[in-house]
């Protein structure tokens, strides 16, 4: 399968700061990716995506920014709140198949 | 929209005995499904892509044999696990894609298999 690596394993922030997790991919024909959060015991759930033809999405309070150049994903969450605390992954899309990360674990502290 | 589930959601089998796990898009209907495993602590890891109607294109490292896809219709995919043993036990976790809908995934809440 693909590489598609996390720089951190485990990010802890404090309630209200941003997080910003990051993700290299190593496919440079991957052309969507996906960020997912994911809590104990539970499937993936979607947070946000981004075609390989844009550098920047954002949403309800977390942004992605792709870099095609040096093949980076972040995903950017503000104001996190306890209830962000999870695992993180970034996934690529390369033809009809999915490749996941390693996962960031987030814990936000009150 | 598009909910996907999976039964059952917890699962203990005797080792050398077979399971099957069930996986269904509920509100839309899938063109591909996904089978992923998942240890603790660790990453989603690709077990196959089944597309309905055919065969399942399993990646390199797992066994056909040992895990059967069936994708028998558009709102159903099934995994066997055949001859469990203790080192199966995981988290397998199920997703669905409609193409006509885009490239996401929806993911099942997963299944938690222990062979004893």
């Known amino acids: 399968g693909e590489s598609v690596g996390l720089h951190l394993p485990t990010l802890s922030v404090q309630e209200g700061d941003n997080s910003i997790i990051n993700c290299a991919y190593s496919?440079?024909?991957?052309?969507?990716f996906i960020w997912y959060k994911q809590e104990s015991g539970k499937g993936p759930q979607f947070i946000i995506d981004i075609r390989s033809n844009m550098d920047k999405r954002q949403g309800q309070r977390v942004t992605v920014l792709l870099n095609k150049t040096v093949k980076h994903l972040s995903l950017q969450i503000a104001a996190t709140q306890p209830g962000d605390s999870a695992v993180y992954f970034c996934a690529e899309n390369t033809g009809n198949q999915f490749y996941f990360g390693t996962g960031t674990s987030l814990t936000v502290i009150p | 929209g598009a909910v996907v589930s999976q039964h059952p959601s917890r699962v203990i089998c005797k080792s050398g005995t077979s399971v099957k796990i069930e996986c269904r898009s509920l509100d839309f209907q899938a063109t591909t499904m996904f089978w992923y495993r998942q240890f603790p602590k660790q990453s989603l890891m690709l077990m196959a892509t089944?597309?309905?109607?055919?065969?399942?294109?399993?990646e390199q490292g797992v066994e056909k044999d040992k895990f059967l896809i069936n994708h028998a219709s558009l709102t159903l995919s099934t995994l066997t696990v055949t001859s469990a043993h203790p080192e199966d036990s995981s988290f397998y976790i199920c997703?669905?894609?409609?193409?006509?809908?885009?490239?996401?995934?929806?993911f099942g809440p997963g299944t938690r298999l222990t062979v004893t």
């Open positions: 997703s669905a894609r409609d193409l006509d809908r885009g490239y996401e995934q929806y």
């Open positions: 496919n440079s024909a991957s052309d969507y």
């Open positions: 089944s597309n309905e109607g055919s065969k399942a294109t399993y």
